[in-house]
T-cell receptor, first 114, second 115 residues
Framework: AQSVTQLGSHVSVSEGALVLLRCNYSSSVPPYLFWYVQYPNQGLQLLLK??????LVKGINGFEAEFKKSETSFHLTKPSAHMSDAAEYFCAVSDRGSQGNLIFGKGTKLSVKP | DTGVSQNPRHKITKRGQNVTFRCDPISEHNRLYWYRQTLGQGPEFLTY????????KSRLLSDRFSAERPKGSFSTLEIQRTEQGDSAMYLC?????????????FGPGTRLLVL
């Protein structure tokens, strides 16, 4: 069965610092992987997706993620944090054999200090 | 493209009452998904439609839950005899349904509180 583990339920960085949010997946076949962001009292917004093309995926708002098969990881990074990045971030996996329903991690809440 | 919309945004009900939520997907999106999100957790898959056909249901979807998408456009999720454990955010998402696994686009959610 597919699963996603997000290490760290809460990450705090200073404005301008590197953002690194960790995601490890478990899948019996090469997965599709996604990162979503959720602002308070809102739905989820797609940041980026990996679908087996380039292993380094660029998304919106300056975020990117690198697929590493050997480490079963898909960590999300941003070189320089902005106050507006404060939100909750979810990693999700979708098995290629499924109808596309997503399996989400528990989320990582990102705080950005001035 | 006006995005996925959900109504109502908030619902407070008493235990035992029935509630119904509506989701309007992005125009021409063939796939529609329902998820449930409880506090401190990621969304959990409930059910999935391809056009009007309900193709997959999670075991989380007890017999008190029913979802429909009668004309392949909007969808409704009904919870009968609500319980306090049903309190959660109910999220709807849609995707084009053209091929394979696609990114899903989420609505703002309906937050349910069962007293």
């Amino acid at each position: 069965a597919q699963s996603v583990t997000q290490l760290g339920s809460h990450v705090s960085v200073s404005e301008g610092a590197l953002v690194l949010l960790r995601c490890n997946y478990s899948s019996s076949v090469p997965p599709y992987l996604f990162w979503y962001v959720q602002y308070p009292n809102q739905g989820l917004q797609l940041l980026l997706k990996y679908t087996s093309a380039a292993t380094l995926v660029k998304g919106i708002n300056g975020f990117e993620a690198e697929f590493k098969k050997s480490e079963t990881s898909f960590h999300l990074t941003k070189p320089s944090a902005h106050m507006s990045d404060a939100a909750e971030y979810f990693c999700a996996v979708s098995d290629r054999g499924s109808q596309g329903n997503l399996i989400f991690g528990k989320g990582t809440k990102l705080s950005v200090k001035p | 493209d006006t995005g996925v919309s959900q109504n109502p945004r908030h619902k407070i009900t008493k235990r035992g009452q029935n509630v119904t939520f509506r989701c309007d997907p992005i125009s021409e999106h063939n796939r529609l998904y329902w998820y449930r999100q409880t506090l401190g957790q990621g969304p959990e898959f409930l059910t999935y439609f391809q056009n009007e056909a309900q193709l997959e249901k999670s075991r989380l979807l007890s017999d008190r839950f029913s979802a429909e998408r009668p004309k392949g456009s909007f969808s409704t999720l009904e919870i009968q005899r609500t319980e306090q454990g049903d309190s959660a955010m109910y999220l709807c998402a849609s995707s084009p349904g053209l091929a394979g696994v696609e990114a899903q686009y989420f609505g703002p959610g309906t937050r349910l509180l069962v007293l």
